[in-house]
């Protein structure tokens, strides 16, 4: 009796203490098991050289390698090709802050039917990205799409072939965009921001709902027009849309990976490549099965999305320490 | 607001203006535009070049039909259904008790264990795929839906709960107070002075992960291998392999796949947009 | 789909009353769920479940590309008593591993050393062999038989006539070969026959694994002679963005004659609106006289994993397997080829002509990708890929692909 009473008054003393964590360990977890866990155990396994076998009595086949992976990755120019792919998606994803930020412009009135039309220029965020790719891939076949009727119709001459079917002669053969190894990156990435474009334009329009209409009518009694206006008096205002906008193009572009696999699947001979789907072939398509090294890549990408994920967190512990 | 409304430009540019949106909207979905024009086209028209001109002949029904009479796509849509619904209960309801934990309790690890969920979700999903597919095959979860949901729900918990706590903590915090000092019990202080209160974020977030979810195709490549288990994103990639140059059932096939989350960001569009832009406005 | 059926439970449960602790289970796993190749196999499991009631076969039916992933795993964790693979460097990591058992002393006592002998060198591993081949198919050229007439080309037997052939297409605006490379493979076959015809079957063996350079000499010829092969016969523009099923359009529209394909294409042939009557198979041109003839024909066989349960019943299947009126019958409803030099061939011309090929042939090549390991042969095809869209890459691609094979072997 006495026993239980104590417990129950600790329970009840220690209840706010005790509480939080009732709450927070079904995520906590879920989200160790299947995120933080594997993270260490990637690291751990990029020191191994392991084609994910185990051998008859379930040990595993793994050979512990130390850093052999990384110097691997050092000499391969498959690496390099698919980290100056990222940095190339990086850079020029960056277009789709300041193309969404024009579209927002252009959208921002109150015309009837804005809204429709509002949403109809978000449409291609909401599409999932294989078929953005499989849409682009085909727009730019050069045999049956898009870019290749085009071409036909300009250059081409139709002609009977000598079995009397219809063919075509070209002066210069079609362009084939996505198996040139200049421009295939290109023309994927081209792919990539039209949903990105439309997820910036997004966040600005929210944006721009929210800027001060007051501090906007100073700046018109001031003479402020234009240009001038949009850059010392509403992209001030519009810095939490911005910052967002570069985060989540970030990490974007990090993480492009299913319109590779749709259009070219890092080809041709790799030129294509990106350290995501670069690993993932490596690791798991029918020529890799080599987790270990595939597991390198995968730390070295993780660390580059580490100093994104860093600043962001310092941004947030910044706020954190100013809102309380 | 800014630019200027064009109301107080004059009528002419009022007009000229509605002229333009439809013009530029067309030039904006010229893709999609055309996608759509390829799948209702039959596929004498397709074989013959004619990718522009008037349709020889309309086929869509043909078209939509035959995607579902010569491939498995209804098994893939309902796989889909069956992995983006549980990832979305499992995930929201386990942020929701999380992103409560972390906004309202002052305990020392709250704001590391926060920033944790946040860069987890974050994370790229190479840096988890071995052994998460490892674990799968070991534990008899590779090429099932649960284990397609599950993952996706422990991932999507992540984002979530930044959502969440970050709602929270924008409640009055005085309601919890006064509830305490009444001597309510923690768990009915959620139930039914929390819950109540976020019920639009759980709206937001539900269409976003459903949106998330359903156009995942990586996991479905790295959990699934045969065609049983395989979400549509994944189904429509093998259609693609299985109808060789028939685009007009592909195109039908694409189309198709982005039905749901299209009818979702329609139904649940100030949610949806409310969701993804929070952070975006201060 | 996992597909389980007990086949036969009921004739099993009916010999076996009151001895039914003896039936002894023996698990199979296939890998085709195939309209053909399924009904082959399941003609067999019930002709072996018939002569052997009193073994209870249990099915399990996997898709090809399901299986390639399923096996890495029930192997060790839930092993069957059969399952089917690839032999070559295929089989290699699960050997390595210790998964498979090896079945040297099945060959011995069945004595399938005579008429399996041109499988013999690609089951082997480490001194043993480790399965029991069932089936394979030919590579070679299939070609536009309306068009060789209206040219009045007859098939090529030398590379000369080839290369002749190629340029009286040439004038008359078809382009000799169509070939889709997007997904690599198909380059790979182009490659493994010029090998083959110009080093021979040794030092294709030697190249794949991994004993010659693709700097030294004789790989340096072959490369030559693909450079020839591109100048002067030539292959369709773009076909770096076909899929091999993309690159039929133009061969079955007349605009190009050829393809070197596996037989397994004729049916996409067919589909695409040609007439078996327009079609036609050769084999793959002489370049050196003094070479003997070595073909491609990837094989499926059966192997025992080292978890298995019930090894001897697993035995008997592979024996029987091996049998002539069994591969016969098997290959005839699954369109294929029988391994065993004693069993019969369909009509069908094309397997006919396959047949007569490959039992001339002084060695069997697995093709490229099962021949070297995984991560060379996919280096070694985008080489393959690169090189035919620019010949003058040759001297990159060939370091390249030394420096993989220095670090893959």
């Known amino acids: 009796m006495d026993v239980k009473a104590t417990e129950h008054s600790w329970l009840l003393r220690n209840k706010l203490k005790i509480a939080p964590w009732v709450f927070l360990i079904p995520a906590l977890a879920f989200f160790a098991v299947y995120v933080i866990e594997p993270i260490f155990e990637s690291i751990w396994l990029s020191f191994y050289e392991w084609n994910g076998l185990y051998r008859a009595d379930g040990t595993s086949t793994a050979v512990w390698v130390g850093v052999d992976n990384y110097i691997k990755l050092w000499d391969d120019p498959k690496f390099w090709t698919s980290l100056k792919n990222n940095l190339l998606w990086l850079l020029l994803f960056m277009l789709a802050v300041p193309i969404g930020l024009m579209i927002a412009l252009f959208l921002n009135q109150t015309v009837s039917g804005m809204r429709i039309y509002k949403s109809l220029f978000f449409f291609p965020f909401v599409i999932s990205q294989v078929v953005v790719g499989l849409i682009f891939g085909w727009f730019y076949n050069p045999d049956f799409g898009v870019v290749g009727s085009v071409w036909k119709a300009l250059f081409c001459e139709e002609t009977i072939n000598i079995v009397g079917n219809v063919s075509f002669r070209c002066s210069s053969p079609p362009p084939d965009i996505l198996s040139s190894p200049e421009f295939a990156t290109y023309g994927i990435i081209a792919a990539g921001l039209w949903p990105q474009i439309a997820y910036c334009m997004i966040l600005y329009l929210t944006g721009l709902n929210n800027v001060a209409a007051d501090q906007i009518e100073a700046g018109r009694l001031d003479g402020a027009k234009g240009w001038r206006m949009l850059w010392f008096v509403v992209l001030p205002q519009l810095r939490p849309a911005t910052f967002i906008a570069v985060v989540v193009t970030v990490i ?28 993932y072939e490596t690791a798991i398509s029918e020529y890799g099965e080599r987790y270990g090294y595939g597991s390198a890549i995968a730390t070295v990408l993780f660390l580059i999305m580490l100093i994104y994920i860093s600043y962001f967190l310092w941004r947030m512990y910044q706020d954190e320490k100013g809102g309380r | 607001m800014f630019p200027r409304p064009i109301e107080k430009a004059g009528p002419g540019a009022r007009i000229g203006y509605q002229l333009l949106l439809p013009f530029v909207l067309i030039i904006w979905l010229l893709p999609l535009l055309a996608i759509f024009a390829t799948s209702i086209r039959s596929g004498a028209d397709i074989n013959a070049g004619n990718v522009f001109g008037w349709p020889g002949e309309f086929a869509m029904i043909e078209n939509y039909v035959a995607v579902f009479t010569r491939s498995q796509a209804s098994m893939y849509f309902i796989n889909s259904i069956l992995i ?85 903590k924008a409640l009055p915090f005085d309601l919890i107070e006064s509830a305490r000092i009444e001597g309510v019990k923690e768990w009915r202080i959620f139930w039914f002075v929390v819950l109540p209160l976020v019920r639009p974020a759980l709206a937001a977030l539900a269409v976003l992960i459903f949106t998330f979810v359903w156009n995942d195709f990586f996991w479905a490549n790295v959990l699934t291998q045969g065609e049983s288990a395989k979400p549509i994103t994944a189904g429509v990639r093998a259609l693609n392999g299985q109808f060789v140059n028939n685009w007009h059932l592909v195109s039908a096939a694409s189309l198709i796949a982005a039905i749901p989350p299209v009818i979702m960001f329609f139904l649940m569009q100030r949610h949806f947009i409310a969701g993804l832009t929070l952070g975006a406005v201060k | 789909m996992l597909q389980k059926s007990t086949l036969a439970v009921a004739l099993a449960a009916a010999t076996c009353l009151g001895g039914g602790a003896n039936a002894a289970d023996l698990v199979i796993n296939f890998d085709d769920l195939n309209p053909g190749p399924k009904q082959g196999f399941d003609d067999a499991v019930a002709l072996f479940q018939k002569e ?64 399996l002998a041109a499988i013999k060198p690609t089951m082997t591993r480490d001194g043993e062999i480790w399965g029991v081949p069932y089936s394979y198919y030919q590579w070679g050229i299939y070609y536009r038989k309306d068009i060789f007439d209206l040219l009045e080309l007859e098939e090529p037997q030398t590379w000369d006539e080839l290369l002749s052939a190629c340029g009286k297409m040439k004038e008359n605006g078809v382009t000799p070969f169509t070939i889709g490379t997007k997904f690599l493979w198909p380059a790979a076959g182009v490659f493994d026959y010029i090998n083959l015809r110009t080093n021979g079957y040794e030092t294709h063996m030697a190249l794949t694994a991994g004993e010659v350079k693709y700097t030294d000499e004789p790989i340096r010829e072959t490369f030559a002679n693909f450079e020839t092969l591109i100048n002067e016969c030539g292959f369709v523009e773009n076909h770096a963005s076909m899929s091999w099923q993309d690159a039929i359009a133009p061969f079955s529209n007349g605009d190009a004659a050829m393809y070197v394909m596996g037989n397994f294409a004729v049916d996409a042939f067919l589909n695409s609106g040609l007439d078996v009557s327009q079609l036609d198979f050769f084999p793959f041109p002489t370049i050196d006289p003094d070479v003997p003839a070595a073909e491609e024909a990837p094989t499926d066989a059966f192997f025992i994993p080292a978890n ?71 280096a070694g095809m985008e080489g393959f890929q690169r090189f035919m869209t620019d010949t003058s890459t040759l001297e990159e691609v060939l370091q390249r692909l030394d420096e993989v094979q220095a670090q893959v072997y």
């Open chain 3, 308 to 378: 298995a349960k019930n090894k001897e019943d697993a035995r008997k299947f592979l024996a029987f397997v091996a049998r002539p009126d069994v591969q016969t019958q098997w290959n005839k409803t699954m369109g294929q080829l029988p391994i065993n030099s004693q069993a019969d061939v369909s009509d069908d011309k094309f397997i006919q002509e396959g047949f007569a090929m490959l039992n001339k042939a002084q060695g069997l090549a697995q093709f490229f990708d099962r021949d070297a390991p995984a991560e060379m042969a996919k």
């Open chain 3, 52 to 115: 052997n009631p009193d073994i209870n076969v249990i099915v399990n039916n996997n898709d090809r590309e399901a299986h390639k992933t399923a096996i890495r795993n029930f192997l060790t964790a839930d092993a069957p008593d059969v399952t089917s693979w690839y032999p070559g460097n295929r089989m290699a990591p699960f050997v390595d591993a210790g998964l498979f058992e090896p079945v040297t002393d099945l060959w011995e006592e069945e004595g399938f050393g005579e008429h």
């Open chain 2, 84 to 168: 983006t619904v549980p990832s979305v209960a499992i995930s929201v309801s386990l942020a929701c008790l999380a992103g409560y934990a972390l906004a309202i309790y002052r305990f020392r690890v709250a704001l590391p264990l926060f920033f944790l969920f946040v860069a987890g979700n974050f994370v790229p999903f190479q840096i988890l795929m071995v052994p998460v597919r490892d674990m799968s095959v070991r534990v008899g979860l590779y090429d099932t839906i649960a284990g397609q949901f599950l993952f996706h729900a422990a991932f999507q918990t992540g984002f979530c709960t930044l959502f969440m706590r970050n709602f929270i």
């Open chain 1, 252 to 279: 974007g572009a990090l993480r492009s990976f299913d319109m590779i696999a749709i259009m070219t699947q890092g080809g041709p001979f790799g030129s294509t490549n990106v350290l995501a789907y670069y690993m």
